[in-house]
């Protein structure tokens, strides 16, 4: 399949002179009865701004538009129009112009996360094939019922127009999205903004195929600048001691943050199994899911390999599992660190100021080589605890010599997912 790039955001769009939005994240909902607070309780967790509902007998389902769709109070969502239209097991393609298309899938009365996007010809089409590519591996005999796209996109199947589809019933059958009211604490709000983007990214294999395939053409690409590195020092002269000191050997603390941040954008469930931990070592991105349903361990492994590209490891008899991947760190940063001193007034002040939970302990010397400048250092072991991202707990603290070992995202309870960080690491200081 080609790469491409998948809508992020909602749209919305005009069909008979009626408004429709397309590209909603959909969540199925568990609870039978109270589903609408449940819906609710979803938007105002991360911060969308409407939602509609979708209840079937097969499924109850919430859709929501993100801010950026604001104000779309009482307009229809487009793939719940179709599904009222077309029934319970279909996939298709629509023309809005002459390049850009809205496609839906809908399997077992659900709309499926992810395939309700608007896009180019070249993203739409490659979301198709993918789409089939997953059904037909983690399905068995299930398949879509009907097929619907234009001729000119060379998918096969129906040629439909939505002007011929949503008319009459359809726009009365279709439900409209409702604003999610709120007010939150300043807490709150800090604590969200990360999980936000989490939350629009784990809205199923649209992004989450597109990171893959943008991430192994970045590896290929670091790999070859790498060798090209590589060769070209070989006839450097020696290394001075900033170049061979340990903490230049590593990148900052902030821009590991930030790479690691970008790494553990992971869905928060693939074929009914929930995140529990994520982990950024070295270079390696580990991932930790439980099994929550009745979904068995193939059909996670089936969804694990088709989304994230990587195969996984089983545990605790096939109950919990671990999914494994590298990510491109950043380079070595050379700035010279502070003195002792000076280096722990600055990390105890920056999260003393900010109320974040940070231990600083040890503070053993280490030698230099015989044929360096004669000046020693040592290091500190430091571990922090927060409910912000990474790379936002840290974003102001000036302090070089900050090196990351590791990053831990830990997931809370199912129902109510808080998300906490810890990063541990080095501090290395002058004497």
């Known amino acids: 399949m080609p790469t491409h790039d998948a809508a992020l955001t909602a749209h919305k769009i005009h069909i008979n002179g009626e408004p429709y939005v397309a590209g909603l994240y959909w969540q199925t909902l568990r609870h039978a009865v109270t589903y609408r607070d449940e819906a609710k309780a979803l938007g105002k967790q991360h911060a969308m701004h409407a939602f509609t509902i ?22 229809r969502s487009l793939a719940a129009a179709l599904a009222c239209v077309l029934g319970d097991n279909w996939i298709g393609a629509f023309m ?23 896009g180019s010809r070249a993203v739409v089409l490659a979301m198709l094939h993918d789409t089939l590519d997953i059904v037909d591996a983690s399905s068995g005999a299930k398949c879509f019922e009907r097929r619907i796209a234009p001729v000119s996109l060379g ?24 604003p999610i009211t709120f007010t939150v604490s300043r807490r709150e709000i800090i604590t969200w903004t990360g999980a936000c983007m989490l939350l629009l990214l784990a809205s199923g294999a649209t992004l989450v195929i597109v990171k893959a395939r943008r991430e192994a053409a970045a590896l290929a690409q670091a790999e070859a600048e790498l060798a090209a590195a590589r ?22 603390a902030l821009a590991a943050a930030r790479a690691c941040d970008h790494a553990l954008d992971l869905p928060l469930s693939l074929a009914g199994w929930t995140l529990n931990e994520g982990r950024c070592i070295g270079e390696q991105v580990l991932a930790s899911y ?12 089936a969804e694990a390999l088709a989304l994230l590209s990587s195969d996984v490891k089983a545990h605790d008899n096939g109950e919990s599992a671990t999914v494994a991947g590298r990510y491109i760190a950043p380079p070595p940063d050379l700035q010279q660190p502070l003195g002792d001193f000076d280096a722990t007034v600055v990390f105890a002040s920056y999260f003393q100021q900010r ?10 010397a280490l030698e230099e080589p015989a044929d360096t400048p004669p000046r020693a250092w040592k290091t500190y072991a430091f571990s922090i605890q927060s409910e912000l991202a990474p790379s936002r707990a840290i974003a102001d603290l000036a302090l070089p010599g900050l090196r990351v070992r ?22 290395y200081v002058f004497l």
């Open 231 to 252: 060769q070209a020092t070989a006839e450097a002269p020696a290394p001075s001691l900033e170049e061979t000191a340990p903490w230049s050997l590593a990148p900052s």
């Open 290 to 301: 439980a099994r929550r349903g009745a979904q068995p361990l193939a059909d996670f492994r």
């Open 155 to 178: 998918f096969g199947g129906e040629d439909v127009a939505l002007r011929d589809l949503l008319r009459g019933k359809a726009l009365r059958a279709a439900p409209k999205l409702r």
């Open 96 to 118: 809005i112009d002459a390049d850009t298309f809205a496609m839906v899938a809908v399997l077992d009365g659900g709309i499926m996360p992810g395939r309700d996007i608007v």
């Open 54 to 75: 979708r209840k079937t007998p097969l499924v109850i389902q919430a859709g929501f538009a993100p801010e950026n769709l604001a104000p779309c109070k009482g307009v």
């Open 355 to 364: 109320g974040i939970p940070a231990q600083l302990t040890g503070g053993s």
């Open 406 to 427: 590791t990053i831990t995202m830990n997931i809370g309870d199912v129902q109510q997912p808080l998300i906490r960080w810890t990063i541990a690491g080095d501090l």
